[in-house]
T-cell receptor
Framework: TQLLEQSPQFLSIQEGENLTVYCNSS?????LQWYRQEPGEGPVLLVT?????EVKKLKRLTFQFGDARKDSSLHITAAQPGDTGLYLC?????????FGPGTRLSVLP | GAVVSQHPSWVICKSGTSVKIECRSL??????MFWYRQFPKQSLMLMAT?????????EQGVEKDKFLINHASLTLSTLTVTSAHPEDSSFYIC????????????FGPGTRLTVT
């Protein structure tokens, strides 16, 4: 059983479209991170959220942490081909640091 | 800041030989380092957690005698795949965490291992 679930698993969109990916758990996170990984490279940290209801923006990316700290979303505005990659959420649940299965995003020019 | 390097980037070895992969934190002291493996189109799977100066803690199903981890200093951890087999071929990624940075992990670029 996955402690962390992400949806959708795969997403293919056209350049300029908006999208949202989700990260959910039945457990409460102490903190949650979002990473992006490109093929053949290690994941790169995008953001950390720690407070329920917190919203953080990173250029065209908006991250939201659920009020109950059990879920998070990543919204990308006007997606670009450079946004293509595997988006992973990861969080601390209890004593464990766990990764979600990832959302593989493809932005077509 | 928070740069993690891995060496080598890729390695090809023959079945039965051993391979060592290094993970270094370049601009911070890593109290904890993690080793992951990743199969194509899949997420990261944690193999083990190591704290400097202590024995590594391995995840269930990971053979500690096969995947030897050493974290002898605050900036270096090594993973040695012993008696490698083709099924050990994978993308191995390390990450490092500095105490006061909370739970954020900073990842290395990964090492592609191919066992022939």
């Amino acid at each position: 059983t996955q402690l962390l679930e992400q949806s959708p698993q795969f997403l293919s969109i056209q350049e300029g479209e908006n999208l949202t990916v989700y990260c959910n758990s039945s457990s409460v996170f102490s903190s949650l991170q979002w990473y992006r990984q490109e093929p053949g490279e290690g994941p790169v940290l995008l953001v950390t959220v720690v407070t329920g209801g917190e919203v953080k923006k990173l250029k065209r990316l908006t991250f939201q942490f659920g009020d109950a700290r059990k879920d998070s979303s990543l919204h990308i505005t006007a997606a670009q081909p450079g946004d293509t990659g595997l988006y992973l959420c990861a969080g601390v649940i209890g004593q464990n640091f766990v990764f979600g299965p990832g959302t593989r995003l493809s932005v077509l020019p | 800041g928070a740069v993690v390097s891995q060496h080598p980037s890729w390695v090809i070895c023959k079945s039965g030989t051993s391979v060592k992969i290094e993970c270094r934190s370049l601009d911070f002291q890593a109290t904890t380092m993690f080793w992951y493996r990743q199969f194509p189109k899949q997420s990261l799977m944690l193999m083990a957690t190591s704290n400097e100066g202590s024995k590594a803690t391995y995840e269930q199903g990971v053979e500690k005698d096969k995947f030897l981890i050493n974290h002898a200093s605050l900036t270096l951890s090594t993973l040695t795949v012993t008696s490698a087999h083709p099924e050990d071929s994978s993308f191995y990624i390390c990450s490092a965490r500095e105490g006061f940075r909370g739970y954020e992990q900073y990842f290395g670029p990964g090492t592609r291992l191919t066992v022939t």
